[in-house]
């Protein structure tokens, strides 16, 4: 059984900076795909980074955020900077290990003056 537990997250000011982790635990076999995903309220789940065969972002968060991983610790990260209100949501990941798909909680991120 795996599972993806996130931290990192909380309320932040505008221009601040936050870094989530994902660490995967379980029966970790071949991790293709790490990613960062995001969903505001009233609004659908949308991509925000993704590490696997090529690094992307999404236009919104280019220049601002980065996404990381540590292998050997099964591990993602995101370093946000430059928050915006509009990065308020919940942050999730999502792992592909030997071809099955899995999701983390979600952890709250809060950018508010």
């Known amino acids: 059984q795996v599972q993806l537990v996130e931290s990192g997250g909380g309320l932040v000011q505008p221009g601040g900076s936050l870094r989530l982790s994902c660490a995967a635990s379980?029966?970790?076999?071949?991790?293709?795909?790490m990613a960062w995903y995001r969903q505001a309220p009233g609004k659908q789940r949308e991509s925000v980074a993704s590490?696997?065969?090529?690094?992307n972002y999404a236009d919104s968060v280019k220049g601002r955020f980065t996404i990381s991983r540590d292998n050997a610790k099964n591990t993602v990260y995101l370093q946000m900077n430059s928050l915006k209100p509009e990065d308020t949501a919940v942050y999730y990941c999502?792992?592909?290990?030997?071809?099955?798909?899995?999701w983390g909680q979600g952890t709250q991120v809060t950018v508010s003056s």
């Open positions: 379980g029966s970790i076999g071949s991790i293709l795909v």
């Open positions: 999502r792992m592909i290990i030997t071809g099955r798909q899995y």
């Open positions: 590490s696997g065969a090529s690094t």
